[in-house]
């Protein structure tokens, strides 16, 4: 962990990626370089918190050279948390404070074959990463299997830009009857021994695809986890 004094983050500017999907990007006061796939500990006071609190942990979906720190959440059909509601709510120029910076779901040797596993908005680690590697003209040896509740991927176009610029980054999407699985890893990866493997996304699909690579016989020290307490998985 990255203790940071408490530091502002300055609404700019909210973008709508899907129908309830939303990237929210701040301006920092004492942020100015993060690791592509690390998190935020964020805390906003409102009126009338719920019994989840003011505080929350957020996956930076942009990468450094951005200039900007932005986090992309997703919104329930059902009645969203308060502390989501405040998220929404706020006015451009409002503030909210982090206070420090975690995590290793880091790349740390792009020239390796990566497998980067996604569910819904577990993809934002992985917009940091393609970015910030596409920046520094590195490798990017990358299949993405993306699964989503419905067509409406969060930062698709994006993905398809870089499946057009970089001939070794393949995007494979699920959803509906078409299932991110086992089989469907096998059939995308080819030979399982030599990719490190990133899973991000709700907490029970994290845990899910942990036994199922185990299962594929991929040692756990080629696997990387990062989950999203919080959110359901079909």
């Known amino acids: 962990m ?11 500017h909210r973008h709508q990626e ?22 935020l500990h964020c805390m906003l006071d409102h009126h009338h918190p719920d019994s989840r609190g003011t505080e929350r942990y957020f996956t930076i979906s942009s990468a450094p050279f951005e200039g900007h720190i932005q ?9 969203s948390s308060s502390f989501k509601m405040a998220l929404r709510d706020m006015a451009i120029g409002a503030t909210l404070e982090a206070d420090s910076l975690e995590g290793d ?10 497998v980067f596993i996604a569910g ?3 993809v934002t680690p992985y917009r940091a ?10 490798p990017i040896n990358v299949d993405l299997l993306y699964a989503n509740r419905d067509e409406d991927f969060p930062f698709k176009a994006e993905l398809e830009r870089f499946t057009k610029k970089h001939p070794a980054f ?16 096998a059939a995308a990866v080819g030979d399982l021994v030599k990719p490190i493997y990133y899973v991000s996304g709700p907490e029970p699909m994290v845990e899910a695809f942990e036994k199922v690579l185990k299962g594929m ?11 999203f307490p919080g959110y359901s998985w079909p």
């Open 2 to 12: 990255s203790v940071l004094t408490k530091t502002k983050l300055t609404l700019e």
């Open 18 to 39: 899907t129908p309830d999907t939303v990237s929210f990007r701040f301006k920092s006061e004492g942020i100015e370089n993060w690791k592509p796939g690390q998190y």
């Open 71 to 79: 986090i992309t959440t997703r919104f329930s059909n059902k009645k």
């Open 105 to 114: 779901f880091v790349v740390e040797d792009p020239r390796q074959r990566l």
């Open 120 to 122: 819904g908005i577990g």
């Open 129 to 138: 990463i393609l970015l910030a590697l596409d920046h520094a003209k590195a």
């Open 170 to 185: 393949r995007a494979h999407y699920f959803t509906g009857t078409k299932r991110l699985d086992g089989r469907a890893i």
């Open 217 to 227: 016989s991929v040692p756990k020290s080629r696997t990387k986890t990062d989950y």
